[in-house]
Structures are given as structure tokens and as C-alpha cells.
């Protein structure tokens, strides 16, 4: 793309960005741009040139402007290993997709999966209390794999095909960050997966058989399975399947790993959120009650707003666009950072310390958080991945305040998904709790 300059903005491409220090402190590269910019600019990213939109207005415009004129980037790669998943699918087929996967996902069935969400949790709670944890990241991720499995998937923790499961997704997730382009085929990272893929439909298929037979109580799949019982032009259900513990894993381990964070920096809240944690554990309904939890929900809003798990979704303009008044030609790289807005100071005063309070004394502030994404692929999990978070808060909590036993984390990678890069060792104090 070349500059224009001199022609009216609609016919302009949007302003150039430095973007110096990207990998090391993205957030601020993104900040600046808009700073400097506006809702739109130009920048590389991963060496390629990426129309970059971003702030509360930018996000409105780009997700109304979607459908029909931007498609999600997709490599070969994510379309080999994910076939016809939700995100690899566009217009009618993939409207249809969404329409019968989320009733399972959302709504009346959340009361359901609590229990399980719960049976998953509690050993692990208790283990946790017993040892504490070395490595939080590492132990959040397997505990929402399993969860996802639980809920997903109707496989509980002691089952053969947990261990199963378990393995062939790990090889299957290996073969996601292989070179993306023909090198791929060189890998034997990539065939493994395919290989895993292939066990892992096998397995999802012998599950959904059985779950027909006599429906898993606490898990999505029966409802699943109904909803795709005649799959046409809305995708196969094991991609779907592969694609939601694919969604839910990394961003979900990463959102429970920074409200432990927080929560052991900030011990005022964590005691008032163990309050609540006592009160979920002897309710558990109040769980999906969204009027109840007030402070476990502020400190899950707040950390979705502080560390958002992605840090860019990509599309391809598949006709020219406007945008924020610029012209993005066909075929440009086009990316948002959801948190792109989360840390104005005129809508969120000190935008970069924890103030869960913010959100008890003005619930609306949540509104203006973009951490599920928007428009046509927003995040279909969200309420899951909340009642995931929700449920783990509360078991640790019901158990022991959370101390680091280091200082708090200050290296950080960004992607796949918000993660400390070193060990976080945690232990839980549960003697104070009673006091
Ligand atoms: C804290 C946890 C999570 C975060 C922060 C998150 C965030 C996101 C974001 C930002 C998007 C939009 C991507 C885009 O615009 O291209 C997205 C899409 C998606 N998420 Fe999540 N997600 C989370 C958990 C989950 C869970 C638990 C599931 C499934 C059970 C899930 C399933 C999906 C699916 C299927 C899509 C694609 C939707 C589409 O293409 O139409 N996510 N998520």
C-alpha cells in the first residue's frame, strides 16, 4: 500500500505507524498508535503490513462494517487442522454454525454444567491448598482442559478417556504453531497432529454415540449432538468440537491465572471475595445468578478489562472497506486488539492499577469492555468461560486467600494468549479466612 497524500480521507489509506518495540510491549505500541492516530493506522505486524483498528468507536465501526466485507484471516494451517470450525466458515454457513452452537453454551444450560464444574474443581482446590501451586499458569491450563473435557465432552477426570483425551490434544495443539505455509508438510509435529485429529473425531464420535444413548448429565455434548444431527452447510460438529476446546483453554487459563494474580496483590478484595466464595459454595446457584457474587464478578470484570487474554483478531478485507474515513483496499491485513479501548483514563480513571471497585459503584463501565470480541465472531464461550472463572475463584477462595511467594510477574507473552513467561508460585492461607 502507498500513501496518498493530498486526497480527500474516505480515498486515503489510513496513517503509518513505527511500531518499535511490538513484541516486547504490544499494548503500548497499539496505545500510542491510536494516540498518535486515531481509531485507524497502519503498521507491521509479524512482517506483514496490518490496518490496525482500535478504541471504543473504531471496535463499533469495524464490527458493523463486518459481515460480508471482512473474513477471519485464516492460514492453511488452521484450515487443515480445523476444517469446517466456526472460524474457518463465513456468511450463511457460518451464521448457521453459530445459531446451533450456542444454546448449548449459553443461557438455561449453564445451571446444569455447575456441578460438574465443581466435581472437576474440588480436588484440585484441595491440592492446591495442601501444596500450593509452583507453576499457575501450567496447573490453571490443565484444570481448564479438564473442565472443558468435563463440560464439552461429558469425560470426567478419572475416566480412561480422560488420559486419552488429554494426550492426543496436547500432540493436537502442538501442530497448531508449526509454520503455517507449505513448510508444514515438513514437520512431524504437523503429522502427529493430523494423526491425533483423527483419534480425537474418533472419540468425539464414540462419546456423542453414547451420550444419544443415554444423554451426560452436566455436559453440552447431547445438546450438541442435536443440533447437528443434519450438519449440511453449517460445518461437522467434531471441528466444532476441536474448535471450542481450542477457544476455551489458553484464553480461559489465562483469565483465572491473572484474577489469582491480582487477587493475591490485593488482599482487601481477596477477603471480601472469600466472603462471597463461602456463600457460592453453600449456593452454587448463585453462580449463574448475575445479580449475585457482586465483588467475584467486579474482579473478574476488572481483570478481563487489565489482562485481556488476546491480544489481536485478524481479518481480510475481501472488498475495499471504510473505516474511521479511509479507504482499506480488497485483500488487506486488517486486526483489532480487544483491549484496544480498556485503558482510557476518561472512561476507566487509572487505567493500569486493579480497581475492582470501579465496577461495584458503576456497573456499566462493563458495557465498554471488548475482551469477547464483537460483531459476527464474537465469543460464543463468554458466558462459560466467566462461569468457568466464577468456579474456580470461589473453590480456592472457599479454601485460602491466595499469597505469591515471589513478586508479582513482570514478564509477560502476549500470544496465544496473556501469560506470565516465568513460574508463579502461589500457596493459599487458609487460617485467615476464618478469622
Ligand atoms: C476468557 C476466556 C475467553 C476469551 C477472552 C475469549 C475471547 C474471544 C475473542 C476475542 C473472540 C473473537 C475472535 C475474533 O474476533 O476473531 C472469540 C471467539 C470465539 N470464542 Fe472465545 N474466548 C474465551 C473463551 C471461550 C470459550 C470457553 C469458548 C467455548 C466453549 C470459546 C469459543 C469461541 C468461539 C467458538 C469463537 C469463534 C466465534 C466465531 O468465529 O464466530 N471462547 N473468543
Request: glycine share 8%; aromatic share 6%.
Amino acid at each position: 500500500m502507498s500513501e496518498q497524500a493530498g486526497a480527500p480521507a474516505a480515498a486515503r489509506l489510513p496513517p503509518q505507524h513505527a511500531a518499535q518495540g511490538f513484541d516486547e510491549n504490544p499494548l503500548g505500541v497499539l496505545q500510542e498508535g491510536h494516540r498518535q492516530h486515531g481509531p485507524v493506522f497502519r503498521m507491521m505486524v509479524d512482517g506483514a503490513e496490518t490496518v490496525l483498528v482500535g478504541t471504543w468507536a473504531g471496535l463499533g465501526e469495524l464490527f458493523a462494517a463486518e459481515r460480508g466485507q471482512l473474513e477471519v484471516l485464516n492460514t492453511p494451517l488452521v484450515h487443515d487442522l480445523f476444517g469446517s470450525a466456526l472460524f474457518n466458515l463465513a456468511g450463511d454457513s457460518h451464521a448457521e454454525a453459530r445459531r446451533r452452537l450456542r444454546p448449548a453454551l449459553s443461557g438455561r444450560e449453564l445451571p446444569g454444567y455447575v456441578p460438574s464444574l465443581l466435581e472437576v474443581m474440588g480436588p484440585v482446590a484441595a491440592l492446591w491448598e495442601q501444596r500450593g501451586v509452583g507453576d499457575l499458569y501450567t496447573a490453571v491450563r490443565a484444570l481448564t482442559g479438564a473442565l472443558s473435557a468435563r463440560v464439552l465432552l461429558g469425560i470426567a477426570p478419572g475416566e480412561t478417556d480422560a488420559t486419552v483425551f488429554a494426550a492426543d490434544f496436547e500432540r493436537f495443539v502442538a501442530a497448531t504453531s508449526v509454520p503455517p505455509g507449505w513448510r508444514r508438510f515438513t514437520t512431524s509435529r504437523y503429522w502427529v497432529g493430523r494423526a491425533a485429529r483423527r483419534r480425537l473425531h474418533t472419540l468425539f464420535g464414540r462419546r456423542a454415540h453414547a451420550s444419544a444413548a443415554g444423554p451426560h448429565t452436566g455436559s453440552a455434548l447431547t445438546a450438541l449432538v442435536a443440533a447437528f444431527d443434519a450438519p449440511e452447510r453449517a460445518g461437522r460438529l467434531p471441528d466444532h468440537l476441536l474448535a471450542l476446546l481450542i477457544a476455551a483453554r489458553e484464553t480461559t487459563a489465562s483469565l483465572i491465572t491473572w484474577c489469582l494474580v491480582e487477587l493475591a496483590g490485593n488482599r482487601r478484595h481477596a477477603v471480601l471475595a472469600a466472603a462471597e466464595a463461602h456463600a457460592a459454595m453453600a449456593s452454587p446457584e448463585l453462580l449463574t445468578r448475575r445479580d449475585a457474587l457482586p465483588v467475584l464478578r467486579a474482579v473478574l470484570t476488572e481483570t478481563q478489562r487489565l489482562h485481556s487474554p488476546n491480544l489481536l483478531s485478524m481479518r481480510e478485507a475481501v472488498c475495499s472497506v471504510e473505516l474511521g474515513g479511509f479507504r482499506i483496499p480488497a485483500g488487506a491485513r486488517v486486526a483489532y486488539s480487544p483491549s484496544a479501548g480498556h485503558f482510557d483514563p476518561e472512561v476507566f480513571p487509572q487505567p493500569h492499577a486493579f480497581r475492582p471497585g470501579r465496577y461495584l459503584a458503576q456497573q456499566e463501565r462493563s458495557a465498554r469492555l471488548r475482551a469477547f470480541g464483537g460483531g459476527a465472531h464474537a465469543c460464543l464461550g463468554r458466558p462459560l468461560a466467566e462461569l468457568m472463572t466464577l468456579a474456580v475463584m470461589a473453590s480456592v477462595l472457599h479454601r485460602g486467600l491466595p499469597r505469591l511467594l515471589g513478586s508479582p510477574p513482570d514478564q509477560i507473552r502476549y500470544r496465544p494468549a496473556k501469560a506470565p513467561l516465568a513460574p508463579v508460585a502461589l500457596v493459599f492461607d487458609s487460617q485467615e479466612i476464618a478469622s
